[in-house]
């Protein structure tokens, strides 16, 4: 801001605006990540995928780096960073992670070069993480909106899970284990701004875009 802007609050938005020498760069400051939260099988990256389709230039999503084996189809540096023990948790100790999390024995995180990507092309950042990052993240300066994204109920995650393909027995079997506590912590108040129940598809991503249109992008103004 310019010497001025301490009469900021007396000028016109336009000379607000005109005050700021850079202003695009303070505005995605200003932008809050968005971030989703839900059990594997939830929705969430169904979701993602329609969100991005409907605003492709608003968003960027993160790409998170995992210890995982890649499944069929998966490219590093699109879909996740595929990386091993060492050397991630030799970057999670020099601090280079906003979050990282063991799920079903392998490591997930996130980078802070992988947000700042995001931020750098004046996107907002969208996060898919796991609730231990959901608690990372918001002790960091971020300010995310944290959307919970609720299966209808078990016996219909597993189902999903099982048409999906994409798990063992026992990955299937520790991934609905984790969902009852991930279900309690998602409805335990304070922690979401928005709880989504994905039951009906077309609902549930009204319902998000609505909530996306209202708070996250209307969130772009606040400077003003
Ligand atoms: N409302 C819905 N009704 C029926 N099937 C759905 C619905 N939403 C998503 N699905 C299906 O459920 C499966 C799981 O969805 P998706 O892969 O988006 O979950 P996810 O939360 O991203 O899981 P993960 O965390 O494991 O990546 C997918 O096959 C998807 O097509």
């Given amino acids: 801001m310019c010497g001025e802007c301490c009469v900021c609050y007396k000028m016109s ?120 990052g959901v608690r990372q993240v918001k002790k960091t300066n971020l300010n995310p909106w944290c959307v919970f994204v609720q299966p209808p109920s078990i016996t219909e995650l597993r189902k999903r899970l099982l048409k999906r393909k994409t798990e063992s027995e026992e990955s299937l079997e520790r991934r609905i284990a984790n969902a009852r506590e991930e279900i309690a912590f998602g409805l335990q108040a304070r922690n979401f701004d928005k709880v989504i129940v994905n039951d009906n598809l077309d609902k549930a991503y009204k319902e998000l875009k609505d909530f996306v249109e209202d708070k996250v992008l209307g969130s772009r103004i606040t400077l003003m």
Wanted: proline share 4%; charged share 25%; with cysteine.
């Fill in 13 to 132: 938005i336009h000379e607000i605006l005109c005050c700021v020498s850079d202003f695009s760069k303070i505005s995605n400051q200003m932008l809050r990540p968005l971030v989703f939260c839900g059990p594997s099988g939830s929705g969430k990256s169904t979701l993602v995928k329609r969100l991005m389709n409907d605003f492709p230039d608003k968003f960027g999503f993160t790409v998170s780096h995992t210890t995982r084996s890649p499944r069929p189809g998966e490219i590093h540096g699109k879909h996740y960073y595929f990386t091993d023990e060492r050397t991630i948790r030799q970057a999670i100790e020099k601090g280079e992670f906003i979050e990282h999390a063991v799920f079903s024995s392998n490591i997930y995180g996130t980078s802070f070069e992988a947000v700042e990507s995001i931020t750098r092309q004046g996107k907002v950042v969208l996060m898919d993480i796991d609730m231990q």
